[in-house]
């Protein structure tokens, strides 16, 4: 019978058992535990095989999940980076094409003032010498209101002087915003960077058939040195936060207005100071609707946004940070309290590392 164990064991299932006596039993009994021990041992050891198996398949499916988001990242940064890149050379263009013939305008204007006032003190040297001038050019006089038109002339032409300023004003601003790829450090006025995004957007701070007030803009500029940075990526972080400032202020507004609830003017601080002797800190502070704590940690998250379908792309923010945390080594955070306002600030160092 141990004989015939032996063959069964060794993996041939034709062997028959032909018991002999009580001590060949007992000897196939302890066989039969060994046999049970050697198989719990396997089922055991297969059992952790298929653990260690199937914990290592999971490690690898997160690791090919973490790689496939920050894929996903990378693509849609270099998307929005393409994006903003040929927007800045679009606007430089049309920026460099505006400014031509903005500078023709300007430069004639003076000369235009000088004839002007000239052909006006010529008729006026005129009327004192020819007092007694025939009836036809007397009535020709009143017709076309002589008095109002050298007053009024002057006024169309200081309008238009005005004007080609705020054009001029305003180009400037579009070719010192478009600065969106330039790949060396830099040393920048962040007062002018934050001026002219506040150009860009005046139309947005204006009163709109939607908002019944004016976006006011409180400036608290300190004394803060020009800082290595790259102005262009800086003046998108601006865009970004003051336009969600505006939207926040809308949402507030529109709230406000389906409750029927008289509204006041709306207001937007900034300030700049040295947090120490290193950083320079940019607050951008509003008093719109604020964000929920619920989602306060998710708004840096790329795709994350609180606006309807169509109107928010989720990566402004996100975007932003980037910019503020790995393009200059600084720190972008928020505080809001819903229903009181926003709070961005944002720290940087007035030196940047090339390395």
């Known amino acids: 019978m141990i004989a015939s164990r032996e063959e069964f064991t060794n993996d041939r299932r034709d062997t028959t058992v032909s018991i002999r006596g009580i001590d060949e039993l007992e000897s196939l009994g302890q066989s039969f535990n060994q046999m049970a021990l050697q198989l719990q041992s396997s089922f055991e050891e297969l059992e ?4 260690e198996r199937t914990a290592a398949l999971q490690e690898n499916n997160q690791h090919l999940s973490k790689t496939l988001a920050e894929l996903k990242q990378t693509q849609s940064q270099l998307i929005q980076t393409e994006k903003m890149s040929s927007l800045g050379q ?24 000088n004839y002007t006032q000239d052909l006006l003190e010529l008729i006026e040297f005129f009327q004192q010498q020819y007092p007694d001038y025939s009836e036809s050019i007397r009535q020709k006089i009143q017709e076309i209101d002589l008095e109002f038109i050298s007053q009024d002339f002057k006024k169309i032409l200081q309008s238009m002087q005005i004007g080609t300023k705020r054009i001029t004003e305003i180009v400037l601003s579009l070719r010192n915003f478009s600065r969106l790829d330039e790949a060396e450090f830099k040393a920048a006025d962040l007062h002018e960077g934050i001026d002219n995004t506040l150009l860009i957007l005046h139309h947005r701070l204006e009163v709109t ?3 019944p007030v004016a976006i006011q803009i409180i400036k608290e500029y300190g004394n803060i040195p020009r800082i290595e940075c790259y102005p262009g990526q800086l003046n998108q972080v601006f865009m970004n936060i003051l336009n969600n400032s505006i939207d926040a202020i809308n949402e507030s507004l529109q709230e406000l207005d389906n409750k029927k609830v008289n509204i006041a003017q709306r207001r937007i601080f900034l300030h700049t100071t040295m947090s120490d002797k290193e950083f320079v800190k940019i607050t951008i502070s509003d008093d719109g609707i604020g964000i929920p704590e619920a989602v306060r940690s998710q708004i840096f998250d790329p795709f994350f946004t609180t606006k ?3 109107k928010g792309t989720g990566l402004g923010l996100f975007i932003s940070y980037q910019i503020i945390t790995e393009k ?4 972008l955070w928020c505080d809001s309290t819903p229903g009181e306002g926003t709070k961005f600030c944002i720290e940087i160092p007035v030196r940047q590392s090339k390395g």
């Open 209 to 211: 058939t939607a908002r």
């Open 328 to 331: 200059h080594h600084g720190k």
């Open 48 to 51: 952790a095989r298929v653990e």
């Open 308 to 310: 309807p379908v169509g």
């Open 90 to 113: 679009m606007v430089a263009g049309i920026a460099h094409e505006i400014n031509n013939p903005v500078n023709f305008i300007d430069a004639n204007l003076f000369y235009a003032e």
